[in-house]
């Protein structure tokens, strides 16, 4: 990825967190099926992700949460896939209600999803970490727009 193809990403994204929050919200009748979405597909795809690279610091000392074998490694690819096919999901016209920020926020989750997976494919740690940054990014814009109390 060029430098500026990565400046055009991060631009993208700061455009995403700056200007949703203008944009139209959810309402009660979306909150079921994407709450279910959300729960049982999105929430553990993606803690597959986060729980796979890094470091946790407790009184006994530092603990690498890398996957240390190929099971674990294929977790994290099962989870990378189903961020990347959520975002077709997610864009449905039902769920979208062709919303077209929703559909771009939705097409995020392809794009990381997919660089998630090569990560894991290489099983290169320090990229996956990147891109589970990432993640949080696209997850956090959606839901300061359409995650109402």
């Known amino acids: 990825m060029t ?24 309402t009660e009748e979306d909150h079921s099926e994407i709450h279910d979405l959300m729960a049982h597909l999105l929430d553990p795809a993606a803690e597959a992700i986060w729980d796979s690279a890094g470091f946790v610091i407790t009184e006994e000392g530092e603990f690498s949460l890398e996957p240390k074998n ?44 997919d660089k998630a997976f090569e990560a894991a494919e290489r099983q290169d740690v320090e990229e996956l970490f990147k891109v589970g940054a990432d993640l949080y990014q696209v997850c956090v814009a959606c839901h300061q727009t359409y995650m109402k109390d």
């Open 70 to 113: 190929q099971e674990e490694w294929d977790k994290v690819l099962y989870g990378a896939k189903v961020i990347s096919e959520s975002a077709f999901l997610l864009s449905r016209p039902e769920i979208s209600k062709n919303r077209k920020a929703w559909i771009t926020v939705s097409g995020l989750l392809k794009v990381v999803g």
């Open 3 to 26: 430098l500026f193809s990565r400046g055009i990403s991060k631009l993208s994204l700061l455009f995403l967190l700056l200007f949703i929050p203008f944009l139209s919200f959810s």
